[in-house]
């Protein structure tokens, strides 16, 4: 995955793209406009976890209220 900051667009920071290095981009070069390129390789991904307080009873055609039992 690859990601393009823009240093001019951003609030000025220690290095642009801080959060995106947080989360284990690597600056990778710049784009011939000037911006950082920033890169997360496919084994440097996080593992895939399911969505948090979703909508699952929408999808499984479950009534309200009967959440509780799966019917």
Do not use: N, S, W
Not at 48 to 65: F, S, Y
């Amino acid at each position: 995955m690859i990601t393009f900051v823009d240093a001019g667009k951003v609030r000025r920071k220690r290095d642009p793209g801080r959060c995106y290095r947080r989360a284990g981009f690597r600056h990778v070069g710049f784009t011939k406009g000037g911006l950082y390129a920033l890169q997360l390789l496919p084994e440097d991904m996080p593992d895939g976890a399911a969505p948090k307080e979703t909508q699952v009873e929408m999808l499984l055609g479950i009534e309200e209220g009967d959440h509780e039992t799966g019917r």
